[in-house]
């Protein structure tokens, strides 16, 4: 490249290498699901393929048993099942919040990320919309959950922030997918242009719907894509924020609480990031794609995560000082029960991971260093699990009356459970990795600096429709 | 059906003549002969066709229709998944009184916890299904106990005995009753020749007219036989000190509602002790509190260990139980100060006995002191009652005492007993016999109900004498542990199945009539007893007749004994109390001088063990009974286990704690292994077992739950006794409890106070209970028709638990066995909440807070369900819709008290069929996945509506009970209409004790407490 490197000169950093080219981008991507797979590919896959099935023998034996199979009980009705939704549900969030949110406001450098945030939040939205399936007593009668015309002229209850649960997880999930779709189609057009085989030209030209690369294609894509970013983005904070309705509404003590809804929202978008930053770390290492995610990103969503596990932190300490402040015994008695009753160690987890291990990333040096991430990432999974454990379970078990105090211990189902939804989460996200474009091959072409109307060599292309996405609102 | 018309052939229309119509060859050929034919076919009961000429092969046209419908049923029925294996028969006539759907009350008795209580069973379709009280019969007064409640489900016990059996080497040999006929015929035969001089009997203790007149006549027929008697938890102690006291054989009655002050000596007379649900009434008819100007009596208490009574007391004094009679003792000196001998009391030989009486140690001064100023001061309205397992002479001094207080008479009498037979002691007649079986003096031993192997003082060794019978025979429900070392076991029928006759403590006598017939065959005592004793109408039915024949005379004989059915009481036959007694003053004195001061002092090695009735099994006989099993413990919660109580302070002494398995020894090295559980309020040193338990071959549920603590119940030892001493084992044991927290933590939940500060502050309660702090988040509902409430008077519950099963019962609720309750998924739709009340840990006061479903106007747990299936009826119940719920559990959640129940396993599949006999057909039987909970016994509601429109009449107060409200001895519980301002319920809330719980959490809920009122006297310190 010239010296007179236009990025620098307006004072922006490259987002990506300098020598990097559309044709690079292109082959570092498709190969992945063009060549054969790694043995790495196939003991992660067999190995959740197996966890996954053992997720399909546990739900089969809780179905056919019941759910006394789990260890909820009286004071204790949601446990390990609620948890789960909302782990994943918040694991979700990271999807929409990088392909919209981030999107509206220009930040170029999740294109990098994007695609496969939003592969795991359809894949965590999967995982999480099991539970509230299988939670019920009566799984064959879940259905009374939608409002289906029926001979009993019942509907279902709109009062119940359950049933608002039922319809923002689904219009989640379905703008999730149908989002993350649309960005597919470009992409997918690539790879049955590279296929070389009739099967593969069959099936990603199915899915490319007829995507031919021309000027109107680009725009009405462009247009469908703004719009449902333009969707997404309230969701990001709606679904997290009736998720936790499912609690706020409630009269429970350590429920009943007004500061559920953003606490909820941040902490979801503080899981997504650690869950996207997992496994961008173990992608990144694997195939090699160093170069499309460095360390510019991960520095950039470490950063989102120290915010974000601020907040969490704040609202933590927040909970403590509305409990003190509001003069209720109830309210005080169950916070100071998380801190020191006999689930003290969920609760202490809890503030290890998520307050004090994302403060490490004040430190440059701790932030862009790729162990540190990791670790803290994985911390951060964890923490973010035992909050949900914590909000739920020590809320109930010692609530208004203490002659129906109890306690809670899971069984090997609902560990079985938990392992096999992470076991399904990894098996479909093994099949992404292999069979889809990982990476958004379109958008960070948009990024690259000849995609710009005013680069260089602008006089070279000029007359061509720009390969790759421009701006966004153009 | 009605008949069809003859089918009119009409002539051709005009124009169409010369056509010719035809249908069939056979038309055509021949018309006339075919319209013939065809007019023959529809002649009624002929089918017309001349081809079919043999008239066995003739059909008539409705035995067709019949058939083909028959056809198609079977057909249909081919199609059904459940296909019924049994044959079934409809009635060919309709049972006089059975109309499908209807339930029937039979009033009957019942011999329980070692009194009879007058009964009312509601039958469906002929069967038993629900036990309420009899409220004409005065043992009952409408309520019951636990007990009474659970009989109903030992009717169904599909454990219970099935045939009879001859056994070898403890294997049975199923026989018939034809067999066992010839069997008694032999011992009959036998005994004829030498007037039964080797022929004994055993039997358990009776109260039956009918059993005394047979016995009589056995024994004229059998000189030399005799009958004995034994029952591992006897009143007779406090016979023989009536004997003692007064020289009469006679069974004392208490008026609790007449005694201002009672002192309780190691009695529980609210629980365990005869008379208990009666007591229940009268004593919380003496405290009842309309308004603070009311008076309530004031009850002491002093007692080992706790009990409903001690739990009920306004003072209790922890003290072991060998010291209780030394403890009367120095209150009878300090009385006898105060006492002249002016009420005909021959006093004076008894103050000189108990003169310079101590208390025992640790007895603070006040007890004796003050409790003697206010028995004094409340003569003639106060009570001295003694326990059963207390000696006989502590009951011969408590009733001097209460003699020379002016009592008997006002709020004792005494009702001469059954048989008018001198009292012995409770152990002595089992060891006669023990004797004479070690001495080979008796050839055949019938053994009458009872258990003897297992329950017979452990110094006996019964279950080994037993052999040394030549012929041994056991009627028993069961095949239990005496059944298995006998040559024949016969099932015996159960209460509910056969004939008798009962007569209370209180003089009332009555019929037990059955309600089915024996399920598994099944004879009673009476029938066996009179069929060895030859008489001639052996069955039930006449042997009664005969008994009550004689005692109302021939000439009004069958109008009475209708009557005495009809009510469940013959009142013409009530025996009077004895008017008046005497004091043998003399016989006191002895008496009084057998009540030693214990000698040694109690300490970590020598420790006293007391043997109490346990409130679920009572001696082990609902030891098969999952409610029984089930229902916790009123005092410490477990459930389907019992254990050894022992105070806090004491099991720091002993090193041990709840869960330590230890092995508790006594002076002969006996041992019984059990787990500790520490209860506040037992006193130091002493160790109460609950009897009962740790049964062997009980049956499919109670096989292996509990500890058996017989091995340890010695003579020497029958009721309490010291040296005892106590090791850990080392091991731990699972216990399962229904509340692992025992304080309210600060917070006003089961609110008390006292009767001082009552007065002071009528209202309290509601001052104690936050204020709403929020508006309602709906438009109010206005309740124009029933408005149903509750209200619970906490002052008067006695924890006994009998609500508990009576809403089982009725509601179909299931028992979910140990490890679930373990887990905290006990179904009780109501449950007992016991809070410990007071800073000394080791010295409690007790709160019972009878929880179910509280009926919220702004039910938390209606807004959350998803699918609508809990949701609010126009009365204002919180129903729940079995149907509709899907068990998202949400509304379980958000229920502030936690009384919604989940059947988080399928709790009702695999409940055997006679077990689901039992069940109420007015009740759905919950599917596992289901929400379930208290629903004010929506089914009576709908019944007493039902019965009310049929009859054109608008619904009354007390047209709807309840079922924990009729159970309830000490009608803590209200039930009606809110909207009727001269409903009990209406006003009820009205009292300034009044208050609900949890309001400030805006959720209004139906049902009302009223704040519990304790009387203690300030005199006394603790």
Partial sequence: MSDLDPIKAIGEERLLPAETTTKSITDMVSRVTETKAPLGWWIVFLSAAACAGLLGIAIGYLAWTGIGTWGNNSPVAWAWDITNFVWWIGIGHAGTLISAVLFLFRQKWRTSINRFAEAMTIFAVICALIFPGIHVGRLWHAYYMLPIPNQMGIWPNFKSPLIWDVFAVNTYFLVSLLFWFTGLIPDFATLRDRATNKVRKTVYGVFAFGWRGSNRHWRNYERAYLILAAISTPLVLSVHSVVSFDFATSVMPGWHTTIFPPYFVAGAVFSGFAMVMTLLLICRTVFGLQKLVNMNHLELMNKIMLTTGTLVGYAYAMEFFIAWYSGNDYEVYVFVNRATGPYWWAYWSMITCNVISPQLFWSKKLRTSIPVMFVVSIFINIGMWFERFVIIVTSLHRDFLPSSWGNYSPTIVDISIYIGSLGLFFTLFMLFIRWMPMIAMAEVKGVLPNAQPHHAHADEDHGHAPAALPSPAE | ?1022
């Fill in chain 2, 1 to 1022: 059906m009605s008949k069809r018309k003859d089918y009119q052939f009409s002539k051709p229309a005009p124009g169409m003549e010369g056509k010719v119509f035809w249908t069939s060859l056979e038309a055509k050929a021949d018309p006339v002969a075919y319209q013939e034919r065809a007019k023959a076919e529809f002649v009624d009961g002929v089918s017309g066709s001349d081809t079919v000429s043999s008239e066995s092969l003739r059909m008539k046209r409705r035995t067709f229709v019949g058939i083909a419908g028959a056809a198609g049923a079977l057909l249909g029925l081919e199609g059904c998944i459940r296909r019924p294996e049994d044959k079934i028969l409809p009635f060919t006539r309709q049972p006089e009184y059975v109309l499908p759907g209807i339930s029937l009350h039979y009033a009957t008795t019942a011999r329980i916890a070692g009194d009879s209580i007058g009964l009312l069973v509601e039958t469906h379709e002929g069967r038993p299904t629900k036990v309420e009280g009899n409220p004409n019969h005065p043992t009952s007064l409408g309520a019951t106990d636990g007990y009474a409640q659970a009989a109903v489900l030992d009717l169904y016990d599909p454990d219970r005995s099935r045939f009879p059996a001859s056994v070898k080497d403890k294997a049975f040999t199923d026989s018939t009753f034809a067999e066992v006929d010839k069997g008694l015929t032999a011992i009959a035969d036998a005994a004829a020749k030498n007037g039964g001089a080797k022929l004994r009997v055993l039997v358990q203790s009776s109260s039956s007219p009918t059993f005394a007149r047979v016995e009589k006549a056995f024994l004229a027929k059998y000189p030399q036989a005799k009958v004995y008697t034994y029952e591992p938890i006897s009143a007779l102690n406090t016979k023989l000190g009536l004997q003692q006291a007064f020289g009469i054989s006679a069974e004392p009655a208490y008026s609790f509602r007449r005694a201002r002050t009672v002192l309780a000596l190691d009695s529980d007379f609210l629980g365990s002790e005869p008379g208990s649900v009666r007591n229940a009434r009268e004593f919380a008819d003496g405290r009842r509190l309309g308004s603070p100007r009311d008076s309530m009596s004031r009850l002491y208490v002093v007692e080992p260990g706790f009990t409903s009574t001690g739990a009920s007391a306004d003072n209790r004094l922890r003290l072991a139980a060998r010291d209780v009679g030394s403890y009367l003792k120095a209150l009878a000196a300090e009385l006898g100060v105060g006492l002249t001998d002016s009420e005909g009391a021959n006093f004076e030989s008894l103050r000189s006995g108990v003169t310079g009486a101590k208390a025992p140690a640790g007895v603070p001064e006040s007890w004796i002191k003050a409790v003697a100023k206010e028995l004094l001061a409340a003569k003639g309205q106060s009570l001295i009652v003694v326990g059963s397992r207390q000696p006989a002479a502590v009951h011969a001094l408590a009733f001097a005492l209460n003699h020379a207080l002016g009592n008997v008479g006002r709020t004792l009498v005494f009702t001469p007993s059954v048989d008018g037979a001198k009292a012995v002691g409770p152990l002595d007649e089992i060891t006669a016999l023990a004797g004479e079986l070690q001495a080979g003096a008796v050839d055949t031993l019938v053994i009458l109900g009872g258990n003897p192997a297992l329950d017979a003082p452990a110094n006996l060794k019964f279950a080994e004498l037993i052999g040394k019978a030549a012929t041994k025979v056991h009627f028993s429900s069961y095949r239990d542990e005496t059944s298995h070392l006998v040559d024949l076991h016969v099932p015996r029928a159960h209460d509910f199945e056969s004939w008798g006759d009962h007569r209370s403590f209180e003089g009332s006598i009555s019929i037990q009539q059955p309600l089915i017939a024996p399920l598994h065959g099944g004879r009673s005592d009476i029938e066996v007893l009179a069929k060895l004793a030859g008489i001639e109408w052996w069955r039930g039915y006449p042997l009664v007749r005969t008994t009550f024949r004689e005692a109302f005379g021939a000439g009004s004989f069958e109008a009475l004994w209708k009557s005495a059915l009809h009510l469940g009481v013959a009142r013409e036959l009530t025996v009077a109390p004895i008017g008046s007694v005497s004091l043998d003053g003399a016989a006191v004195g002895d008496a009084i001088k057998q009540i030693a001061d214990a000698k040694t002092a109690l300490g970590a090695s020598n420790l006293e063990v007391n043997f109490v009735p346990d409130p679920g099994l009572y001696d082990g006989r609902h030891a098969n009974n999952p409610w029984m099993l089930e229902v916790p413990h009123p005092l410490s919660c477990v459930t389907w286990d019992n254990a050894a109580y022992v105070s806090p302070n004491t099991a720091k002494e002993l090193g041990i704690a709840n869960y330590d398995l230890i092995t508790v020894k006594d002076a002969s090295g006996a041992t019984v292994d059990i787990v500790t559980w520490v209860l506040p309020g037992q006193a130091e040193h002493t160790i109460t077992l609950n009897l009962g338990w740790g049964r062997t071959v009980a049956g499919r549920y109670g096989n292996g739950a509990g500890f058996n603590v017989y091995p340890l119940r010695s003579a020497a030892a029958f009721g309490f006794g010291d040296g005892f001493s106590v090791s850990k084992t080392g091991g731990r044991y699972p216990v399962s409890v229904t509340q692992e927290t025992h304080s309210m933590e600060g917070r006003p939940i089961a609110i008390d106070t006292t009767l001082e500060e009552y007065r002071k502050n009528p209202d309290f309660a509601e001052f104690r209970s936050p204020t709403l702090s929020t508006l309602p988040l709906w438009q109010e509902v206005e309740y124009k028709g029933h408005r149903w409430g509750m209200a619970i008077d906490l002052s008067a519950c006695t924890g006994c638990n009998s609500c508990l099963i009576a809403c089982q019962a009725e509601n179909n609720v299931a028992s979910v066995g140990k490890e679930q309750v373990a887990r905290g998924r006990d179904m009780f739709w109501l449950r007992l909440d016991r809070y410990f009340v007071g800073t000394d840990e080791s010295n409690p006061q007790i709160a019972f807070q009878p929880v179910g479903c509280q009926h919220c106007e702004e039910a938390p747990c209606e807004n959350v369900c998803p699918v609508n299936a809990t949701a609010h009826s126009p009365e204002g119940l919180n129903d729940m819709a079995y149907n509709r719920c899907i068990g998202t559990r949400y509304c379980m959640n958000n229920c502030p008290y936690k009384v919604r129940r989940f059947n988080f396993l399928d709790f009702t599949g695999q409940v055997p069929e006679t077990r689901r006999m039992q069940y109420n057909p007015n009740v759905s039987v919950r599917m596992r996945g289901v929400m379930e909970k208290c629903s004010y016994c929506v089914q009576r509601i709908q019944e007493a509506k039902i019965t009310a429109r049929r009859e054109q009449r608008q619904l009354r107060d007390g047209d709807v009970k309840v079922a924990c409200q009729t159970a309830c001895a000490s009608g803590c519980i209200t039930f009606g209409d809110l909207n009727d301002p001269n409903s009990k319920v209406a006003k009820a809330v009205k009292l300034d004790r009044q208050y609900s719980l949890l309001p400030d959490l805006g959720v209004q809920p139906r049902t009302s407490f009223l704040a519990k009122i304790r009387n203690p006297n300030p005199e006394i310190q603790g």
